[in-house]
């Protein structure tokens, strides 16, 4: 058995620990499509969803913090700021995470 704790990943948290598994080459660029896309349809099938409204939540955050005006920007600036894919990743992902322990919802509410 195991004696740690399970983490549950939001989808933005699993996609940038595995890119590739859900973009042809795991670029910052390609996870900002993805997430755009996502979340789009998402509102396109019901704009009040939880997660819609907890993912805008943390992009209006990002482009605050990063000082861009929209998303777009701020994941590019992101790719700017490093000097790989990878870290620019591991960036988002520790936003993400820090996000959601600042910005806590209940069950259900995460995007």
Known sequence: MRDRPTKVLTLPEAVCLRPK????????????????????????????????????????????????????????RLRLLHGSNEEAIADLYNRIARFRSENPVAYGDEF
């Open 21 to 76: 598994m859900y973009t042809l080459g795991g670029t910052i660029e390609e996870l900002s499509a993805f997430f755009e896309g996502y979340f789009s349809g998402l509102a396109r099938a019901d704009l009040s969803d939880a997660r819609v409204r907890r993912w805008n939540s943390f992009c209006e955050h990002l482009k605050s913090d990063l000082q861009v005006e929209d998303t777009r920007q701020a994941f590019a």
